[in-house]
């Protein structure tokens, strides 16, 4: 099962794939896990997408790691930036192209076109590209090659037909020099490139995307093409970094994960009753239900059953740490406490602030570096405003499946708007539903001028479960579950339930066999 | 070809790149030596540069298409690529009136 890193550790991926197909690593954390090892070695590479989706990046990143980590010296043919340039634009993920071309470990060759010197009087061919490609291959003996982009040619030579021949040569030029290249088009309406590159190069495509959504940027990328591999076919979301790209791949969905059989606390007593037992460790809950029915205490309830065995990790898309930890400290709860022991670390962030995918590496990134045992994320509908639902459920399913191939419990809540009662949850609560364990879902009773709480549990896989809707008291003292009291009218609640206790005790019996009184 | 025209302007000086002696190497040669007779008689050098022999050349001076003509001088530089066969993109390309 591929697992992320967010390091750019160097990796020792699979090499072996298919027989006789050998892979040339890109060192880019996720790439290899979804190619199965890497690009083809020996053979072209295209990488297409529109303007600034990063197709530069991912070219050079391939050629530095190579020539830093893996052995393989590269030529970098540049036919738009200059060279002092290209290296100035990567400085920043610390690739140090200055120093590398120094150890003769790259070669830097800006190929400068200006259509409006060249006029063509009579037949040519390319050869004079052909001589400064074998002359940079041979100074630094490289095994990999980056052309960006070859499609420049084609706005500054008139002459299509030559053209074509011409990139046909070159392409089964570099496979007889036996390097590893990556050619870089533009993305062109309805096809990869907008000069037929993908024409030329059979051996393996990937096709970079950027979308803005909501006025937030998300990265794509997806491997079209990857002859006489396995590969992973999804659009798989990446992200342009301080140590440049990483991609996500989606090892979700295959159902492997290890089920515990351990029971941990809710941290409630009632609640774990009502579980039958309490949530299972590693498993994921969803919390439910409309604002104010009490998800983040429920949610805090949890993150304060850590101790020295346990840890939890608290994300908060609504509120600061410091509100939390007032809130709950008004409800009886000590997180501050917690977070001081550095049991609990509590990470607010706004989720309109950046992309689906960044949140979800920046919540990897806490994960791999406090290693909880209970993740938080409170509220996970918040995130509705900048993706859709679709989205939404892809990153909760990356997420959650990330955690449980840890092992972390994992507790969601999810604010359902409009959902009175006992309506039908929108569309993404139904989706996130499906992955989820344990469905706690909490309700409002508006009855007779006072709202109660109400909690149940929808569903809770591989538990005997209360069927029941209790009521949930939040008070100074803590959460507080009390059992169904029902009058002949059906569930009562809050004072009324109470005037029901006052004379169902005068009269000597209670209605619920198992009721008790409401306060603690 | 030898029509007596007066030996007046500029003198030119050209740089032709090729790649061996192919039978595009020698058109381009041929072509070139023509114009130059015709337009520029006396007043032209023309240096040869084979690319296979000095590869170097092509990163100094930005070679990609083979044949290419580089104008030296008169200023300002400029260059036609191809076997020269089209005499008027020649003229045109080259500023040569």
Same mark, same amino acid.
């Given at each position: ?269 009632? &609640?774990?009753?009502?579980? @039958?037992? +309490?949530?299972?460790?590693? #498993?994921?809950?969803? %919390? !439910?239900?409309?604002?104010? /029915? ?121 604010? &359902?708007?409009?959902?009175? @009662?006992? +309506?039908?949850?929108?569309? #993404?609560?139904?989706? %996130? !539903?499906?992955?989820?364990? /344990? ?82 | ?97």
């Amino acid at each position: 099962m591929p697992v992320f890193r967010l390091e750019p550790v160097l990796q020792t991926p699979d090499l072996k794939g298919p027989p006789g197909l050998s892979k040339a690593p890109t060192g880019i954390p996720g790439l290899d896990e979804l190619t199965s090892g890497g690009l083809p070695r020996g053979r072209p590479t295209l990488i297409c997408g529109g303007a600034g989706c990063g197709k530069t990046v991912l070219g050079l990143e391939f050629l530095v790691r190579g020539a830093s980590q893996y052995g393989e010296p590269g030529a970098i043919f540049t036919f738009e930036e200059r060279g002092d340039e290209l290296a100035a634009n990567v400085a920043s993920f610390g690739f140090d192209l200055p120093s590398l071309i120094a150890q003769k470990k790259l070669a830097v060759e800006h190929v400068q076109i200006d259509r409006h010197q060249i006029e063509e009087a009579g037949d040519y061919d390319l050869e004079g590209l052909f001589i400064r490609l074998a002359c940079a291959i041979d100074f630094v003996g490289a095994k990999r090659v980056l052309l960006d982009t070859l499609e420049v040619l084609f706005s500054g030579l008139p002459n299509k037909e030559i053209l074509r021949s011409e990139m046909r040569r070159l392409f089964s030029w570099l496979k007889e020099k036996k390097v590893t290249a990556v050619v870089t088009g533009e993305r062109g309406e309805s096809v990869l490139t907008r000069h037929g590159l993908e024409e030329y190069v059979s051996d393996c495509v990937i096709l970079l995307d950027l979308r803005v959504q909501h006025q937030v940027a998300t990265r794509r990328l997806r491997v079209v093409k990857y002859r006489g591999a396995r590969h992973g076919t999804d659009e798989y979301p990446f992200l342009i970094g301080e140590h440049g790209i990483s991609v996500l791949p989606l090892s979700s969905l295959q159902l492997v994960h290890e089920a515990s059989t351990v029971r941990i606390s809710s941290g409630n007593r009632e &609640l774990d009753e009502m579980l @039958g037992g +309490g949530y299972y460790r590693g #498993s994921s809950i969803l %919390v !439910s239900g409309q604002s104010g /029915t009490g998800k983040t205490s429920i949610a805090s309830c949890l993150a304060a059953t850590c101790d020295g065995e346990r840890r939890a990790l608290y994300f908060s898309f609504e509120e600061s740490p410091a509100q939390l930890i007032r809130n709950m400290s008004s409800v009886g709860m000590d997180l501050a406490g917690l977070v001081q022991k550095k049991l609990l670390r509590i990470i607010s962030t706004r989720p309109s602030g950046y992309g689906l995918e960044t949140h979800l590496f920046a919540i990897y990134a806490a994960i791999e570096d406090f290693h909880p045992s209970l993740v938080i994320l409170d509220p996970i509908t918040d995130f509705a405003s900048i993706g859709n639902s679709n989205e939404i459920l892809a990153m909760v399913t990356r997420l959650i499946d990330h955690l449980k191939t840890k092992g972390i419990t994992a507790l969601l809540t999810g604010a &359902l708007h409009g959902w009175h @009662g006992e +309506g039908s949850p929108s569309d #993404s609560e139904v989706g %996130v !539903s499906s992955l989820i364990d /344990t469905w706690i879902v909490l309700h409002n009773f508006e009855v007779a001028g006072e709202r109660n709480r109400g909690i149940g549990v929808r569903k809770s896989r591989g538990t005997a479960h209360s069927n029941q809707i209790r009521e949930f008291v939040i008070s100074n003292h803590g959460l507080t579950l009390i059992n169904a009291y029902r009058d002949t009218a059906g569930f009562v609640t809050g004072s009324a339930r109470e005037a029901q206790q006052r004379h169902d005790a005068t009269n000597g019996g209670s209605r619920t066999p198992s009721g008790r009184p409401g306060t603690p | 070809m030898n029509r007596a025209k007066p030996v007046t302007g500029p003198e030119y000086t050209f740089r032709l790149f090729i790649s061996g002696l192919t039978s595009r190497s020698q058109r381009a040669i041929a072509n070139l030596q023509n114009i130059c007779e015709s337009h520029l008689a006396g007043r032209y050098r023309i240096e040869v540069i084979d690319l296979d022999k000095s590869p170097g050349r092509a990163h100094d001076e930005q070679i990609i298409a083979l044949p290419t003509l580089l104008k030296v001088s008169p200023l300002p530089p400029l260059r036609v690529i191809g076997d020269l066969s089209r005499v008027d993109k020649v003229l045109r390309g080259l500023d040569i009136r």
